[in-house]
Antibody, heavy 116, light 113 residues
Framework: EVQLVESGGGLVQPGGSLRLSCSASEFTFSSYAMHWVRQAPGKGLEYVSAISGNGVSTYYADSVKGRFTISRDNSKNMLYLQMSSLRAEDTAVYYC?????????WGQGTLVTVSS | DIVMTQSPDSLAVSLGERATINCKSSQSVLYSSNNKNYLAWYQQKPGQPPKLLIYWASTRESGVPDRFGGSGSGTDFTLTISSLQAEDVAVYYCQQYYTTPFTFGPGTKVDIK
């Protein structure tokens, strides 16, 4: 069974940085684009960032462009999201998702709280 | 960006009755070269990540009960739960994956009447 396990969330002050990780297993990781999707408390789903299977192409929502960096290590089956200049509005559960265009597998999510 | 809207915001349906959720995209998500609609539906229960129900607008994901059905094309889509069960209480989201950013609708909350 496909597994996606996020880690790295926590409490961070405004302006701070955090690195999220996602460990993937039970599928050919390098063959699939991977995305990050977030959900603010009590709110809907928001696309954050995406990366192609070979890591060459990346995409960002306008709300995080210039502050977040997505990357992957196909040798370790790992996906990352480096977040900097964090704002209160970045507070959310961040999900790692496997993409076939549509999202067929989601991790359980990791909570990022930006607050002083 | 493609804007996704859903209606209603919430609905309450009696057990065994039909629930219908509508989704509209601000531009067509039908790709003419393969005649596929790049539209998916997800179910999210409290405290859980979303779960894929439907993709290509009408293809049911493996393991999804056949009471869930998707229809529509172009800009207008519908998710139908033919006979609502207690375990179907959740928020349902549509999403377009026609172009980045892959945008979601705001969600429709389904409850038991």
């Amino acid at each position: 069974e496909v597994q996606l396990v996020e880690s790295g969330g926590g409490l961070v002050q405004p302006g701070g940085s955090l690195r999220l990780s996602c460990s993937a297993s039970e599928f050919t990781f390098s063959s699939y684009a991977m995305h990050w999707v977030r959900q603010a408390p009590g709110k809907g789903l928001e696309y954050v960032s995406a990366i192609s299977g070979n890591g060459v192409s990346t995409y960002y929502a306008d709300s995080v462009k210039g502050r977040f960096t997505i990357s992957r290590d196909n040798s370790k089956n790992m996906l990352y999201l480096q977040m900097s200049s964090l704002r209160a509005e970045d507070t959310a559960v961040y999900y790692c998702v496997k993409s076939r265009g549509f999202y067929d597998y989601w991790g359980q999510g990791t909570l990022v709280t930006v607050s002083s | 960006d493609i804007v996704m809207t859903q209606s209603p915001d919430s609905l309450a349906v009696s057990l065994g009755e039909r629930a219908t959720i509508n989704c509209k995209s601000s531009q067509s998500v039908l790709y003419s070269s393969n005649n596929k609609n790049y539209l998916a539906w997800y179910q999210q229960k409290p405290g859980q990540p979303p779960k894929l129900l439907i993709y290509w607008a009408s293809t049911r994901e493996s393991g999804v009960p056949d009471r869930f059905g998707g229809s529509g094309s172009g800009t207008d889509f519908t998710l139908t739960i033919s006979s609502l069960q207690a375990e179907d209480v959740a928020v349902y989201y549509c999403q377009q994956y026609y172009t980045t950013p892959f945008t979601f609708g705001p969600g429709t909350k389904v409850d038991i009447k």
